[in-house]
């Protein structure tokens, strides 16, 4: 019987440690101050929107390069922004009212959830190439969608009750 216990609690501290370290391994954002910012990210970010307020700042790496994240507000629209060390700017995500969304898109979202209401609507920019990403309810439930600027639906996920549709 005790080797039993021995071996049930040693199988549980091995697992909380495999979690731990898999959860270290995976990070891929972190938190960080502005003193950590290079300037050139600041002065780009500065002159892009030179009324925005930041609210966060983090590291975040994709596809093995590592980028500066700065979340920020001007007015009623929160901005989001990768920036690469030498302050180029390549992902931006900005909250839109949803009359600014293009006809297609709506398109699409009007012919596959019926009875549909916008909680969210970004449009993230990456170079040249806009997608919009959603926050909907529907008769199917709460979703968030993902489609480019001339409708194709890219990504559906229903959000489960309980779960954060925060993305940024």
Sequence with gaps: ????????LSSVLAA??????????FAQEKKISEKEV?????????????????????TETEKGKKYFEIE???GTK????????????????ETIPTDQLPG???????????????????????????????????????HEVKLNAAGKLLKSEKIRKGESDESD
Excluded: C, Q, R
């Excluded at 916008?118 to 008769?139: F, M, R």
């Design 72 to 74: 920020s507000v001007e």
């Design 104 to 142: 297609a898109v709506m398109k699409t979202l009007e012919a596959k959830f019926k009875g549909l209401k916008i909680e969210k609507a970004e449009k993230v920019t990456s170079g040249a190439v806009s997608n919009y990403e959603l926050v909907i309810e529907s008769k199917a439930g709460k």
């Design 38 to 58: 290079p300037s050139a990210v600041l002065n780009s970010f500065h002159k892009a929107y030179p009324k925005a307020e930041i609210k966060g700042l983090s």
């Design 78 to 93: 929160h901005i989001d922004l990768l920036i690469s060390k030498t302050g180029k700017i390549t992902e931006v995500e």
């Design 16 to 25: 909380g440690i495999l979690l731990a370290a898999g959860s270290l391994l």
């Design 1 to 8: 019987m005790k080797l039993t216990k021995v071996s049930f």
